[in-house]
C-alpha cells in the first residue's frame, strides 16, 4: 500500500468541488487539501503576482507533504503557472482548466458563456482553447470576484442574496449574442459550489458544464496500478494564513472529508 497522498491546491475553497468529484471516483485516495489563504483571492492579482508565487509555494508543499500528485484546483492559477510549476516540480501535475471543449460538444446554439475570474477570462489560453474546441461557437466571457465571495461566504455558513447571481449572470446574459447562449462553463472551481444558486438565478435553462469530473478521470489514470491504503482515512486541510475565518470552515470541510486543520 501507497501512503502519499493527492494534494489538491486552491487559493480558497473552490477546490473542494474538484475533490469531491476525485473522492468520489476514488474513495480511498488519502488527500491534503491546501488553501493558499494569505495570498487569496487569485482573480484580482497580476500575472506576474501569481506566476512568482504558486511555483514557489507548491515546491515548499511537495517538500513538507511529499505528495504522488498535486492538483491546482484553480483555473487561475492553472492557466497562468501551470507549465512553471511542471518545470520546477518532479511530481504528475494536474491542471484544471476551462471546460470550454466538453461545452462546445452539448451546445446546441453554439453560443458558449464563460464565466471565471477576471484574471482567468482575460487569459491567452482561454483563447486557444476556444480555438482549438469552439471555432464554430461564439464564445462569451465574463469575469467576477464577487461570485468567489459569494461561495467562500456559502460554505462559511452565511447566507447570499439571489440578486446578487443574477446580476452575475447578466454579465454574460446581456452581451451582444448573449441572449443565445445555452451553455455555461464554471471557469473557476468555486463556482460548482453555487452551482444550485446559479441555475436558479438563470434568466431561463441553461446548462452549467465544469472539469471536476474529467480531471478526476485524470487523476485515476496517472495513478493507476498504484497502491491506496484500505480506507482513505482523516482528509487534511493546510492553510497558509489561519483566523477566526478559517476556523468557521470546519463544518464545511468535515463534509468534504478533511477533518484535520494546520496552518503552513
Known amino acids: 500500500m501507497d501512503s502519499r497522498p493527492v494534494l489538491f491546491f486552491d487559493s480558497g475553497i473552490g477546490g473542494l468541488s474538484v475533490l469531491a468529484a476525485a473522492r468520489a471516483l476514488l474513495p ?3 488527500v491534503v487539501y491546501v488553501a493558499d489563504s494569505a495570498g487569496f483571492p487569485y482573480g484580482t492579482k497580476s500575472e506576474a503576482e501569481i506566476a512568482a508565487r504558486v511555483p514557489a509555494l507548491l515546491g515548499r508543499l511537495a517538500e513538507r507533504y511529499r505528495p504522488r500528485l498535486i492538483v491546482i484546483a484553480c483555473n487561475t492559477a492553472s492557466t497562468i503557472a501551470l507549465a512553471a510549476v511542471r518545470e520546477a516540480l ?4 494536474v491542471g484544471t482548466v476551462p471546460a470550454i471543449k466538453p461545452a462546445a460538444l452539448v451546445s446546441k446554439t453554439r453560443v458558449i458563456g464563460v464565466l471565471g475570474t477576471n484574471a482567468t477570462v482575460r487569459q491567452p489560453y482561454v483563447d486557444d482553447l476556444a480555438t482549438r474546441f ?3 461557437c461564439t464564445v ?5 470576484a464577487e461570485l468567489v465571495e459569494l461561495a467562500e461566504a456559502k460554505l462559511h455558513g452565511h447566507a447570499t442574496d439571489p440578486a446578487r447571481y443574477a446580476a452575475i449572470l447578466d454579465g454574460l ?4 449574442g448573449g441572449a443565445r447562449i445555452d451553455t455555461i462553463v464554471n471557469a473557476c472551481t468555486h463556482f460548482p459550489l453555487v452551482g444550485d444558486e446559479l441555475a436558479a ?5 441553461v446548462s452549467f458544464v465544469d472539469g471536476s469530473a474529467g480531471i478526476a478521470r485524470r487523476i485515476a489514470f496517472l495513478t ?3 497502491g491506496w491504503p484500505e480506507a482513505a482515512g482523516d482528509g487534511r486541510a493546510v492553510f497558509t494564513a489561519s483566523d477566526a475565518t478559517t476556523e468557521a470552515l470546519a463544518p464545511a470541510l468535515a463534509r468534504f472529508g478533511l477533518t484535520r486543520r494546520e496552518t503552513l
Not at 140 to 144: A, I, K, Q, T, W
Request: charged fraction near 20%.
Open 224 to 226: 493507476q496500478g498504484e
Open 173 to 176: 446574459f446581456g452581451q451582444p
Open 28 to 30: 480511498q485516495m488519502p
Open 140 to 144: 462569451l466571457r465574463h469575469g467576477s
Open 134 to 136: 469552439a471555432a464554430d
Open 90 to 93: 518532479d511530481v504528475p501535475v
Open 201 to 205: 438565478a438563470a434568466p431561463r435553462p
